[in-house]
């Protein structure tokens, strides 16, 4: 009996070992470059077209997907090469300075980024001082993603300096895409708080609130940081040439959301945008 129980535990330990090794060589795969994003459509579909980008240049690559602070936690430490949602100067700047003699920032790959209030175009505000005025219309309620810390913030500094009451529901990102369509499809007036660049906005048609206060986060860039021990020449050239337009990025997070983000689909909208492989390749 001794002699079985010890048979056991061997094999228990065996088993706990090999899965341990497994999760390892998961994130420290051998591959040409590890590309880190968080679970954000927009950071997803960055990663998964640079990885694509590499891949017919004929490197391999993999994308390695967490929380914000994982991502930057693995970029630290050495378990991932780059990331390219880097949110700076707002959302991201603490840890981007946290790691500052590990990585390196080699500049914009999306301009322009914003928070804010967004509504279907059928109805008949513009500014967000007239939500005050269509309050019975919008049910008193702005929905925001509770994925986003910021976002829900500035709502809320929103409301008090606009002098507004309304009630702010958070809900899930799937969640918030079923209602807006639900309330679309209804011809409802809903309030949502969004970020650009977001799928969601283009596949909607929803129109952003002007905001004359300034209070939500407005012209921020998206940035490359990668690690600075990483060497690979023709690699960083591609990493530092890497650009998307808004345009660009809000219509492959529809495309890959509509095909339940396949990663084979960035293969065929690639080919249909050529102009995003010269300028990441540097081709004249």
């Known amino acids: 009996m001794k002699k079985l129980l010890i048979i056991i535990l061997c094999l228990v330990l065996l088993v706990s070992c090999t899965r341990s090794d497994k999760e390892n060589n998961d ?11 968080t679970t954000y459509p927009s950071s997803y579909a960055q990663a998964v077209l640079l990885s694509e980008i590499v891949n017919r240049k004929g490197y391999t690559s993999k994308i390695i997907m967490n929380d914000t602070d994982k991502m930057w936690d693995n ?13 700076v100067p707002t959302i991201d ?30 109805t008949l505000t513009g500014f967000l001082c007239e939500l005050e005025d269509y309050k019975e219309e919008f049910s008193n309620t702005i929905y925001v993603c509770k994925e986003s810390n910021i ?47 977001n799928g969601t906005i283009n596949k909607f048609g ?23 021990e990483y060497t690979h020449p023709e690699l960083l050239n591609i ?21 339940d983000q396949e990663k084979k689909i960035v293969n065929s909208w690639l080919d249909n945008n050529l102009q995003i492989l010269n300028r990441v390749i540097d081709m004249k």
């Open 27 to 37: 994130i420290s795969e051998d591959v040409d470059i590890r590309i880190g994003c």
């Open 75 to 87: 970029l630290g430490n050495g378990k991932t090469d780059v990331l390219l949602s880097g949110w």
């Open 93 to 122: 700047t603490g840890r981007k300075a946290e790691l500052e003699s590990l990585i390196k920032d080699l500049g914009t790959n999306c301009r322009n980024l914003s928070n804010g209030i967004y509504v279907p175009n059928y």
């Open 151 to 197: 976002i829900i913030e500035e709502t809320k500094s929103m409301l008090q300096k606009y002098s507004m009451e309304y009630n702010i529901k958070e809900v899930d990102y799937e969640e918030l895409d079923a209602l807006i369509k639900k309330s679309i499809d209804n011809k409802e007036w809903i309030a949502v708080a969004l970020w650009t660049p």
């Open 206 to 228: 929803l129109r952003h609130l002007r905001d004359t206060k300034n209070i939500f986060t407005n012209n921020i860039d998206t940035h490359t940081i990668v690690r600075s």
């Open 239 to 259: 990493l530092d040439n890497y650009f998307l337009r808004t345009g660009e990025l809000n219509e492959l997070i529809n495309v890959l959301d509509e095909n």
